[in-house]
């Protein structure tokens, strides 16, 4: 696991980075927790569990889709596309939770202007390739749910973050959007696999497949202004969240 240093090491000083922004403003001050504690004292915890299985797939698959859980590219660009039919992103100060390698991060510096990119991962082996790969992206490991984000985000995104099957599937998500949630200033979009009704599937797999009206009743419970895109594919879909503007 990462040491302060290691994430200081990620919000680099200055630097010309071309069309990324270079300015440190997602402060992430890791918590003195550390995964290897945890591990040490056999502590089964669902951040380490799920740390685990992705650099299970790293060791097998190295830079590819199937590290991520993905079957191929093409179901995370799926996804992505999703994100920039609703989102400009022009402009825009962006938090991509569980970045994996960073892909989306270019994809936004490609095609929009000025974004301010941070990805941020818990599988360190991630952030690395993604590092080498795209040097001028801003990526940082980091858990959201622990660790602290003191930065605001325009648009706060996460795309396969909540697909895994843990122990308490719906109460995870709700902590989890609620969480994400607290750290945009405008919208949050995630996806997730599922649909309604909710697709059957065996409790033994590494992926838990959601009701998205059930999802999408608890984050009206924290916004009204919510989209719901389920129109790209049978078992997964994307969520808008926006925050009440008070002259809205
Ligand atoms: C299915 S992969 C998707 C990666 C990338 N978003 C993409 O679409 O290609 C989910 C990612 O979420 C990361 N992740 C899971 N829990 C996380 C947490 N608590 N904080 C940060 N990243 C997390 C995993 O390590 C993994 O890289």
Redesign the pocket.
């Known amino acids: 696991m990462k040491s302060t240093n290691d994430i200081k090491k990620f919000y680099p000083p200055k630097r010309n980075t071309g069309s990324v922004s270079s300015r440190v403003e997602a402060k992430i001050v890791p918590l003195r927790r550390d995964f290897a504690p945890d591990e040490a004292r056999g502590k089964d915890t669902t951040?380490v569990r799920?740390?685990e299985l992705?650099q299970d797939k790293f060791k097998k698959y190295g830079d590819d889709?199937k590290s991520?859980?993905?079957k191929r590219k093409g179901a995370?660009h799926q996804?992505?596309r999703q994100f920039w039919a609703e989102i400009d992103f022009n402009n825009k100060k962006v938090l991509?939770?569980?970045?994996?390698?960073g892909?989306?991060g270019i994809f936004l510096v490609k095609r929009y202007k000025n974004v301010n990119y941070t990805g941020?991962?818990?599988?360190p082996e991630?952030i690395n390739v993604g590092k080498k790969k795209y040097p001028n992206l801003n990526l940082a490991v980091?858990?959201?749910?622990t660790d602290k984000i003191k930065a605001k985000f325009d648009v706060v995104i996460a795309?396969?973050?909540l697909?895994s099957n843990v122990s308490n599937n719906m109460k995870f998500r709700e902590k989890a959007i609620a969480k994400m949630f607290s750290l945009t200033s405008d919208v949050l979009a995630f996806n997730m696999l599922g649909g309604h009704p909710q697709p059957k599937f065996t409790n033994d797999s590494n992926v838990w497949y959601a009701d998205s009206l059930e999802i999408l009743n608890y984050c009206l419970s924290l916004t009204r202004r919510v989209i719901l895109r389920a129109n790209y594919n049978p078992h997964d879909f994307t969520i808008f969240m926006y925050k009440v503007k008070k002259s809205v």
């Open positions: 951040t799920l740390r992705y889709p991520l859980l993905w995370a996804r992505f991509d939770i569980g970045c994996g390698f892909e989306f941020i991962d818990i599988v991630f980091a858990d959201y749910l795309s396969g973050v697909n």
